[in-house]
């Protein structure tokens, strides 16, 4: 069993920072509407992040490699959900690793698309296309 604390545990209010003034005043505080942009409900699990002391995942239009590397890498939430952003492109993580460098010349993928993916970059890259 975890020692981490619970969702559940979270939200019966066993934990008095998650209930404290000054989280209640953060969500009550809030704009009624939202922008919606890239992101835009990550200070939410940031916030419950630092106030209840648990894992939270960072959700809301991410689709940026490089914004889902700096919500981890900044520790403003320990995951990120990317729902319909993998429905979209369901090899966005391949292309994410690309994207961040982990992954040079196609070698994460699976070997039959990678050969000719990496064929077809060089070829692109040939022709100044990109």
Excluded at 94 to 121: N, S, V
Aim: with cysteine; aromatic share 6%.
């Amino acid at each position: 069993p975890s020692s981490a604390p619970s969702v559940a545990a979270a939200c019966s209010g066993q934990f008095g920072s998650l209930r404290s003034s000054r989280a209640s005043a953060t969500m009550s505080d809030r704009p009624k509407r939202m922008t919606i942009e890239q992101g835009f409900q990550v200070p939410f699990a940031d916030r419950i992040r630092q106030d209840a002391d648990m894992a939270t995942m960072g959700v809301g239009f991410l689709w940026d490699p490089e914004v889902c590397e700096a919500v981890v890498a900044e520790g403003r939430s320990d995951m990120v959900a990317l729902a319909r952003e993998l429905l979209n492109d369901p090899n966005w993580p391949l292309h994410a690793a690309a994207t961040l460098g982990a992954d040079d010349g196609h070698q994460m993928w699976p070997p039959e698309a990678g050969w000719w993916l990496m064929k077809r970059q060089r070829l692109v890259e040939k022709l100044g296309l990109r």
